[in-house]
């Protein structure tokens, strides 16, 4: 119909040159996107890095170094779901090979399911175990694990390590096997296992701690694994014998940790509001909570908690004087800095809610400085972004584009293009949802032959209103200029597409203007005598670099994949005949047409 063969279609010779041919560069070119890649990444440009390794992965997809860099990209952007999906296809592809399951225990990591990242950390350790980086991973890892909790209760899934029949592994190890025979430590024991939310308490026995420790397989270090305390089989072997001047005294049991009784009181206060805040009875936890400061004013984890009520609540101002309270009365009593950052990070919370995004950003930065977590600095990014989305929405005033937009057509009048690109900027600024806003900055960008930044404004005024004819104009120009002519032509036949747009003049003489340079181009008529071999080379050049962009084009890709299309491109060179019946399905005639518009095809 309107393809590119036009009357050339019957001639008796077809000559056939497709750069499909060369699809044996596939595997350069993937290396290429990946040192892209890795210098995009080593420059802190992840996004970009995520990129280029994507596009390494669709020419080389077999290839476990693409999927592993990618998930360290997707991680280093917190996106873990993404980097988690790259990493089991890392493992899946090479599931020797250690890097692998250090991605996955990172990706874990960061979704903060801290057991499945310590076995996958394993996993990679039992292939290369003296891997320092794996070793750490497993180390953080744990004592993320180790750290983590719902704020006010116990040591999330660490108090659960307590239920089951957890004697046996104690008796079993030389360490803790003592404790098994005393009262005070099975009551302990038996206390965890009916409500884990005590292990806060619990802690403070340094036998508890032990225990902690074989359960999760990690060297917890308490007073007597230290040599402090009771005695060590394994001590002599890892230091050096003390001199013998007398034997060593049989040491007696540790005595259990007393609690104040004003801190007993604090704590039963605070368990019964954290049981009323379960139950949102938010009234009642209240009570308890404030009985517990009363009580224990020292202990700022009683605030903190209390905040939590008042943000659950809605009382934000509340929430906000208990987080100030909390923050001042630590840094008094020099308390646990992950506590203060805690009240730091509730305190932006409640801002937030506020929509006080500059303060917000403020108290997470300050919970970063006295406690670094990937929760907060997510949180703080995605308020970041809040804040930017607030600024541009007060921003927003019609009337204002309006005003910016007139002065831009002036600008354009005259001839002074990057006035009016830098008007119409504005415009878009103060009226982003105006789809002739991005066609007139689309036309100053041509002028200037910013063709890219005008096709990305023309896309965006096609996306906010699909049937505006102008904007398939200003897309296919830039196409025609970047010489992408099957692209243009696209481009026009969607607009022609258009009620009403049938017979649009710009539209027409565009077509036929990007048909006429695809016949120049396929059968010499680009080659004006006088040129000089310099001028040819160049041409020569800039038409492979032209097809290997063309080659990259998921459809041309498709197309040269398609068994049925091989046929016919070999019945092209072969058998001039049987191309003519191809020619007449139509299906075939707009893949041909595709590929000769592209360049990738080129009939003579």
Not at 104 to 112: D, E, I, N, S, Y
Request: aromatic share 6%.
């Amino acid at each position: 119909h309107r393809g590119p063969l036009g009357r050339h279609r019957h001639r008796s010779l077809i000559r056939v040159s497709l750069s499909y041919h060369t699809r044996t560069n596939m595997g350069d070119k993937a290396l290429e996107a990946k040192n892209k890649g890795n210098a995009s990444f080593a420059s802190g440009d992840f996004q970009t890095a995520i990129v280029h390794f994507t596009e390494a992965i669709k020419l080389d997809p077999s290839n476990q170094v693409l999927y592993s860099n990618r998930s360290a990209s997707y991680a280093s952007l917190q996106k873990y779901d993404e980097a988690l999906a790259d990493a089991e296809k890392t493992v899946e592809l090479k599931p020797d090979w250690s890097r692998g399951w250090g991605r996955k225990g990172a990706a874990l990591h960061g979704k903060r399911d801290y057991e499945e990242a310590i076995i996958a950390y394993k996993k990679g350790l039992q292939i290369e175990p003296n891997s320092a980086a794996l070793q750490k991973g497993m180390d953080d890892a744990e004592e993320a694990m180790f750290s983590s909790g719902a704020p006010g209760g116990g040591q999330g899934n660490i108090g659960n390590m307590f239920k089951g029949d957890v004697l046996s592994k104690l008796r079993a190890n030389p360490q803790t096997a003592p404790y098994c025979s005393q009262p005070d430590f099975l009551a302990h024991i038996t206390r965890l296992q009916q409500d884990p939310k005590h292990l806060n308490t619990c802690l403070q026995d340094p036998r508890i701690m032990a225990a902690v420790g074989v359960l999760l397989g990690v060297n917890v270090q308490t007073p007597e694994s230290a040599g402090f305390g009771r005695g060590n089989e394994d001590e002599e072997a890892r230091s050096p014998p003390p001199p013998k001047k007398e034997e060593p005294k049989k040491p007696e049991p540790a005595p259990p940790v007393e609690v104040p009784e004003h801190k007993k009181q604090a704590l039963a206060e605070k368990d019964k509001g954290t049981e009323a805040y379960k139950k949102r009875e938010f009234e009642t936890a209240l009570l308890h909570y404030s009985r517990a400061i009363e009580i224990d004013p020292e202990d700022i984890t009683y605030l903190t908690n209390r905040s939590a009520v008042y943000f659950e609540m809605k009382n934000y101002d509340q929430c906000i004087a208990d987080c100030k309270q909390a923050i001042e009365k630590g840094r008094e009593v020099r308390a646990d800095f992950k506590l203060v950052g805690r009240a730091f990070q509730r305190l932006g919370n409640a801002y937030a809610k506020q929509e006080k995004y500059t303060e917000a950003i403020e108290a997470y930065n300050k919970s970063l400085t006295e406690n670094r977590t990937a929760e907060v600095l997510e949180t703080l990014r995605r308020t970041e972004k809040l804040k930017k989305d607030k600024e541009e929405r007060d921003y927003l005033n019609p009337e204002l584009s309006r005003v910016a937009k007139e002065a831009g057509g002036e600008h354009f009048k005259k001839g002074e293009f990057p006035d009016a690109i830098k008007q119409y900027t504005e415009a878009v600024r103060r009226n982003p949802d105006d789809h002739t806003l991005y066609t007139n900055r689309a036309l100053c960008y041509t002028r200037l032959g910013e063709y890219p930044l005008a096709l990305k404004d023309a896309d965006k005024a096609i996306e906010l209103k699909p049937d505006f004819g102008k904007a398939y104009i200003r897309k296919g120009l830039c196409h025609f200029f970047m010489k992408e002519y099957d692209k243009a032509l696209e481009a026009y036949d969607r607009g022609m597409k258009i009620p009403g747009e049938e017979n649009n003049a710009e539209m027409v003489e565009g077509m036929q203007k990007t048909m006429q340079a695809i016949q120049r181009r396929n059968y010499g008529g680009d080659q004006p005598e006088g040129k000089t071999a310099e001028d040819r080379e160049r041409s020569e050049a800039e038409e492979k670099q032209r097809r290997a962009k063309a080659m990259s084009d998921p459809e041309i890709q498709a197309i040269l994949r398609d068994p049925i299309m091989n046929q016919v491109l070999q019945d092209l060179s072969s058998d001039p005949r049987a191309a003519q019946t191809h020619m007449r399905n139509p299906g075939v005639a707009a893949k041909i047409n595709k590929l000769i518009a592209s360049g990738v095809l080129k009939m003579g």
